[in-house]
């Protein structure tokens, strides 16, 4: 079955700064790959996703994330963060159905003034 | 406008008593989930629906039971058997497949039960 392990529990950066949160998946086919955010009390909303193609993907407020096969990682990106980007984090993987997709453990993201 | 409505936002139950938490949506999709998050443990699969009058269990349905007789509802039993059931619950539904399907999962803002 497929896993996602987000290597970081909590990081922080100052505002203005570059931001790297890492992901890496287990799957044993090509995999769909999401990244959502959710801000406290609140459901998730999705950043961005990666199907097949381009293996960097744009996504909304910002964010980028690359899709590296050979790392099994699909690390999301900001060159610049803003107060409002504090928040937790999520990456997913999921096969064709989404029935199984599955949630790393999260990033919760500080940004520091 | 579109979207997925959970209620109640918040809930509070004592030991030994069931409660259903409501999940409801709009969007016309097919396939509808529950989902449990906990502190450090991200977000686990309880039950899913991919159409009406038809669920499966996810990683962790003991003590959990749910329905499906309309596709905009699927309903959530947390029951008395589920011995550590504060938690938050997060809905969330998508298109089953096919030219419609982006694999995206589209959440409502969630429930928080407590257990007293």
């Known amino acids: 079955a497929q896993s996602v392990t987000q290597p970081d529990i909590h990081i922080t950066v100052s505002e203005g700064a570059s931001l790297e949160l890492r992901c890496n998946y287990s799957y044993g086919a090509t995999p769909y790959l999401f990244w959502y955010v959710q801000s406290p009390g609140q459901g998730l909303q999705l950043l961005l996703k990666?199907?097949?193609?381009?293996?960097l993907v744009q996504g909304i407020k910002g964010f980028e994330a690359e899709f590296k096969r050979s790392q099994s990682s699909f690390n999301l990106r900001k060159p610049s963060v803003h107060w409002s980007d504090a928040a937790e984090y999520f990456c997913?993987?999921?096969?064709?159905?989404?029935?199984?997709?599955?949630f790393g453990a999260g990033t919760r993201l500080t940004v520091k003034p | 406008d579109g979207g997925i409505t959970q209620s109640p936002k918040y809930l509070f139950r004592k030991e030994g008593q069931n409660v259903t938490l409501s999940c409801e949506q709009n969007?016309?999709?097919?396939?509808m989930y529950w989902y449990r998050q906990d502190p450090g443990q991200g977000l686990r699969l309880i039950y899913y629906?991919?159409?009406?009058?038809?669920?499966q269990k996810g990683d962790i349905a003991e003590g959990y039971s749910v329905s499906r007789e309309k596709k905009e509802s699927f309903p959530l039993t947390v029951t008395s058997a589920q011995k550590n059931p504060t938690a938050f619950y997060l809905c969330a539904s998508s298109f089953r497949g096919g030219a419609k399907s982006t694999g995206e999962l589209f959440f409502g803002e969630g429930s928080r039960l407590t257990v007293l």
């Open positions: 969007l016309n999709h097919d396939a």
């Open positions: 629906s991919q159409i009406v009058n038809d669920f």
């Open positions: 997913a993987v999921a096969g064709p159905n989404n029935n199984d997709m599955r």
């Open positions: 990666y199907f097949s193609g381009d293996t």
